[in-house]
């Protein structure tokens, strides 16, 4: 079965930069949409970032645009979430997630698979 496993989470001062890591495994096909997702209670699911594992695009929310990078090592199976100039109102629990068998287009996230989440927290 198809398994996400994060990692990276942590507190960090306003302005600051956290990497988070997701190990994935478990599918067949080469050709995958993942990404990111961030919670907060008591508001709405927000999709971050995406990467398709078959040609390595990434697409990414308005809010995280030039900020955050996802990318993609291939050899591991592991999909990373650069976060950079970091402000509180990132401040959520993290989620990889992923649809197998699909690249990843614009306006849609994938929802498929979960990760049991990372927590990042940034203080001002």
């Known amino acids: 079965q198809v398994r996400l496993v994060e990692s990276g989470g942590g507190s960090v001062q306003d302005g600051g930069s956290v990497r988070l890591s997701c190990a994935t495994s478990g599918y067949i096909s080469t050709s995958n949409c993942i990404g990111w997702l961030r919670q907060v209670p008591g508001k709405e699911r927000e999709g971050v970032a995406a990467?398709?594992?078959?040609?390595?695009?990434?697409y990414y929310a308005d809010s995280v645009k030039g900020r955050f990078t996802i990318s993609l090592d291939s050899a591991t199976k592991t999909v990373y979430l650069q976060m950079n100039d970091l402000t509180p109102e990132d401040t959520a629990m993290y989620y990889c997630?992923?649809?197998?068998?699909?690249?990843?287009?614009?306006?849609?996230?994938?929802?498929?698979?979960w990760g049991q989440g990372t927590q990042v927290t940034v203080s001002s």
């Open positions: 997630t992923a649809d197998i068998g699909y690249t990843c287009y614009s306006g849609s996230w994938p929802l498929a698979y």
């Open positions: 990467i398709s594992t078959g040609d390595g695009s990434p």
